[in-house]
């Protein structure tokens, strides 16, 4: 499997890829560019929304609308954009202070309710949680925390057949699985799926004997769990009970998340980021922050769209 460029344009941290498939069109968000965008990957081309004043805030995580437009957790809020560029209508405020706590990783579950984690940015404590809005017909939209015991909220997911939460603290070097009631929105019996090491000690940019930590992540048609490993260089498939099935080298140090698309599903997209990394391996790896792609031999899920009453 080989990884190809269809993005060459790099964004400082690119994260929450979904392929539209309406649309055909690639989405993600740039946080520490503190913006939006989307790509016509046949054609080579990216459109760029910066997120202006008044919300000129980090957007951690976004999500297509069955109505039209995207969902958007900026760092203060959930907020509803009916076009692409378009005017911004909150959802929902944060339950975090936001100067200390931002949205990160988040999408939405198959039945149409929008999750977002949050990543506690002091990184000294297990302030950061999981949080989930409902805003279908004949619900008032709030966000009903869900989880927590975490510092970076990251690699939320749902199994294939819809019985599965899988959510990772970064930090922690650890995904955990819930069981989920779907109709009920509850979650139960939370377990660890995967442990990894630790950082060692001492240990610095370009070193060996690392590799990495769980970032974002999505699951094939098959109930697989692929993830991005941060500071690993790599992407990891692993089974639904957890063990590992394939180790993917990627082409930049800072893989942050996966998501499939194309018509069949079949196609990996994969971001990347290149804020905060050493001068040194940037000048070695000149594409961290680009958006790679490869194909592989089962297709993924398609994305969720938010739900609500249009």
Sequence with gaps: MIWQTPVAQPSELGESPFWHP?????????????????????????????????????????????????VIALRDGIYRARTWGGALTQLAGAAHDPRTTRFNDGKCD?????????????????????????????????????????????GLAWSADRRTLYWADTTGHVIHAWDWDAAANTLARQRVFRQFPPKPPGWQA??????????????????????????????????????LLADMPTPVVCPTMVCF?????????????????????????????C???MRVDVPGLPVNFFADAG
């Design 22 to 70: 309406a649309e055909q069109l690639l989405y993600w968000v740039d946080i520490a560019g503190k913006k939006i965008k989307r790509s016509n990957v046949f054609m080579g081309t990216v459109e760029s929304w910066a997120m202006a004043a008044p919300h000129d805030l980090e957007p951690g995580c976004i999500a297509p609308a069955r109505s039209g437009g995207l």
């Design 110 to 154: 198959p039945l149409g309710r929008f999750w977002a984690g949050t990543i506690y940015e002091p990184r000294d404590a297990r302030e950061a949680a999981l949080y989930c809005l409902d805003g279908r017909a004949g619900h008032t939209p709030a966000l009903v925390r869900m989880a927590g015991d975490a510092t970076v909220g990251n």
């Design 206 to 243: 370009g070193m060996p004997g690392y590799g990495g930590r769980p970032d974002g992540a999505a699951v094939d048609s098959e109930g697989n769990y692929w993830v991005a490993m941060y500071e690993g260089g790599r992407v990891l498939k692993l089974s639904p009970g957890g063990e």
């Design 261 to 289: 698309g194309g018509d069949d599903l079949q196609t990996l997209y994969l971001t990347t980021a290149r804020h905060g990394r050493p001068a040194a391996e940037l000048e070695a790896l000149p594409q961290s922050g």
């Design 291 to 293: 958006v790679f792609s």
